[in-house]
């Protein structure tokens, strides 16, 4: 198989479903202007003598070409895979693509626990009920089965999990399957994690999720970056992008978003929760060398930043350590939430919107910024240019990630 260069690496396809809005539209409209949806969580499954803090979808949108029979078997994370996965296939033309060149990459794993758990209750003492779609729903492989029969996907199709570095996982998966030959197209998604009571009191008990401080005031528990933070605050999330390579783009009339044009993963080894400044100081100037910038072109940097005292911190020392303070940030699961396995595409869907409307996005509820030295974007949304942009994920286990995405018509790119 031929091997591409990997300058040739496009984005031309985009779905989003989040909390604050379904489709690219309504979800850059609601960044734009701080549009919330936090909550006490309402999901069944969600509260067990507790009140989670949250950012629940409200409902789901189906579109027209979704098999009503599969949206009947599927679960909520995989209704909202199909319904993601459907405005980027749209986008990006693909029923003129070769269905056998066509890749799918899941980012998640386990990702469907509520969903089992509910289960679990329903059937506890009549197990002998228990349905047999039971028996393929609660892989993470039947996101992958639902996906690839809506959609005729026939090139390859598997998950790829990283803890809340998933999605950034399985676009960089995407994108070496486009390069190594393996199929023309692939899509990277980013499922929704669907966690019940049991996962959001494990993540509390860890010192990962957010406290009972704003329980009177649910809106203003998400405060990455903030000296007044105190964990993540979860929010439901999928995301989709089409990669592929110029070539076959122009091919079939599909207009690219952005290149991306430099990637890397750093294991540190370590099974527990806590960051690395090693791990991701390597992450950030490997995909910088890859992609043949220089720290000073980096004009837009979109962060983990989920909220956590630890992370929050050691992220911020590593952007010093790499020369990265003078490039403008925000933080996305501000206003969304943390999608953890979902949570590294969509925020990668946020650069390439901004990116879109020259706008960057405000962060809500940095008030004390933990450091004052960084060009923050604060309250209001702002007018800029993003040349070069770099999106972080990191996961529990000891995963970091990093990728650099190039405005194509900055850069030369075929408007």
Not at 95 to 107: E, K, S, W, Y
Not at 319 to 326: D, I, R, S, V
Request: net charge negative.
């Amino acid at each position: 198989m031929k091997k591409y260069n990997p300058s040739e690496v496009v984005v031309t396809g985009v779905g989003i479903t989040a909390s604050i809005g379904q489709g690219k539209e309504a979800f850059s409209s609601s960044l734009m202007s701080a549009r919330h949806a936090f909550g006490v969580m309402k999901r069944p499954g969600r509260q067990k003598d507790s009140q989670f803090i949250g950012a629940e979808i409200p409902s789901l949108s189906y579109p027209e070409r979704l098999s009503k029979k599969l949206l009947r078997k599927a679960s909520f994370s995989s209704q909202a895979a199909l319904v993601t996965l459907s405005e980027a296939w749209e986008e990006a033309k693909l029923d003129d693509a070769d269905p056998t060149r066509i890749g799918l990459v899941a980012g998640g794993s386990n990702f469907q626990q509520r969903e089992s758990l509910q289960v679990y209750e329903k059937y506890k003492d009549r197990v002998g009920f228990i349905p047999p779609t039971y028996g393929l729903s609660f892989m993470d492989s039947d996101l992958c089965g639902l996906c690839t029969d809506q959609f005729g996907i026939e090139g390859l199709a598997y998950t790829a999990g990283g803890a809340s570095a998933s999605g950034q996982l399985a676009v960089i998966q995407a994108i070496q399957q486009v390069l190594s030959g393996q199929v023309d197209v692939c899509i990277a998604l980013g499922a929704l994690m669907d966690i019940s009571y049991m996962e959001c009191q494990a993540f509390r008990a860890l010192g990962a999720m957010g406290t009972d401080r704003y329980a009177d005031e649910p809106e203003k528990a998400c405060r990455p970056f903030d000296q007044n933070r105190d964990g993540f605050i979860y929010g439901e999330s999928c995301g989709a992008l089409v990669i592929e390579r110029k070539d076959t783009a122009v091919r079939r009339g599909a207009k690219p978003y952005a290149v991306l044009s430099g990637w890397s993963i750093k294991i540190d080894g370590n099974r527990n929760p806590n960051p690395s400044l090693e791990g991701e100081v390597h992450v950030i100037q490997e995909a910088l060398e890859q992609a043949k910038l220089s720290p000073e072109e980096i004009d837009y940097i979109n962060p983990h930043g989920t909220g956590s005292l630890i992370g929050d911190e050691i992220e911020l020392k590593a952007l010093h350590a790499c020369q990265l303070t003078h490039a403008y940030i925000n933080a996305t699961k501000s206003i969304i939430g943390h999608g953890l396995s979902a949570a590294g595409i969509v925020e990668i869907i946020s650069v390439l919107l901004q990116m879109k409307e020259s706008r960057l996005h405000p962060s809500r509820n940095l008030d004390h910024p933990i450091d004052q030295s960084l060009h923050w974007v604060k309250d209001q949304s702002i007018s800029h240019d993003i040349r070069n942009a770099l999106s972080l994920s990191m996961g529990f286990g000891g995963i970091n990630t990093a990728v650099c995405i190039q405005n194509n018509e900055k850069c030369g790119g075929e408007s």
